[in-house]
């Protein structure tokens, strides 16, 4: 089956709700090819590699986290990014990206999804009083000892997360917020939680979870957004029944 690039646009703003977010980059269509979509790839970043592995299956469209044309980028077509666009010129692949939008969303995004593979009981939003709050806070069922939350974060994610042990004995519970949100720990800290998980971590991410009494653990920028796209790909593939392939080209970022 095929479904129409512009209705698929359509039930993906739909979905996501980008409207509703500030973004640091455009979401929606950001390159655009051929008007029918049958196959549709999803990834995390649209780097060379994902393009290149989307050109090899014959895919028309790409749904990514990470697309192009961030606030403040440079705006000229040369390098990598000219490569990059003639790749999807040059093939007709639509590419269509959801930076804020696929982290937020309540079932299918980056952290729900995280969230739910690391058996964490939503109670609430990082952001307290946005009902669009990007990171999330929860609990654990049985509260784990941070060796042993380690331990299921490796298992789940495939990487070992680094870990600074600042706060108690036993987690209960958590914050969370996939990628490069170590700054939100300031937010787990007011609320009085436990431990705080995210991808990356800064040089005084350290000191901050070691005085402020919390658990941090770093479980990779890419590693903990690889759910959002996924499932989000394999959401329009059972609306119109298309062809979907989720492609994770591994990062140890
Ligand atoms: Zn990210």
């Given at each position: 089956m095929s479904v129409k690039?512009?209705?698929l646009i359509a039930a993906l703003d739909n979905l996501l709700e980008p409207g509703q977010f500030r973004d640091y980059a455009p979401n929606g269509l950001q390159v655009e090819g051929c008007?029918?979509?049958k196959r549709l790839v999803s990834g995390v970043t649209a780097s060379q590699a994902l393009l290149d592995a989307a050109v090899e299956w014959e895919a028309d469209a790409i749904l990514v986290h990470h697309g192009y044309f961030w606030k403040g980028e440079d705006a000229c077509i040369r390098g990598i990014k000219r490569k990059?666009?003639?790749t999807l010129l040059d093939h007709d692949i639509n590419l269509l990206a959801y930076h804020l939008p696929l982290d937020a969303h309540a079932t299918l995004g980056n952290n729900a999804r995280l969230g739910d593979l690391l058996g964490l009981k939503v109670t609430g939003g990082l952001e307290v009083g946005n009902p669009r709050s990007i990171g999330l806070v929860g609990e654990l069922e049985t509260a784990l000892t941070a060796q042993q939350l380690t331990q299921r974060i490796a298992t789940v994610l495939g990487r070992e997360p680094l870990h600074i042990d600042g706060g108690p004995e036993l987690i209960r519970t958590l914050g969370w917020c996939s990628g490069g949100a170590q700054?939100?720990?300031e937010k787990a800290v007011a609320?009085?939680?436990d431990a705080f998980i995210s991808g990356e971590v800064s040089e005084?991410?350290?000191h901050s979870a070691q005085e402020n009494g919390i658990h941090y653990f770093a479980a990779g920028h890419h590693a903990t957004e690889r759910y959002g796209a996924?499932?989000?790909g394999e959401y329009l593939a059972e609306a119109f029944a298309l062809e979907h392939?989720?492609?994770d080209i591994p990062n140890p970022v």
């Open positions: 690039t512009e209705e008007p029918e979509v990059r666009l003639k700054g939100y720990i609320l009085g939680l005084p991410t350290f996924k499932a989000v392939r989720f492609i």
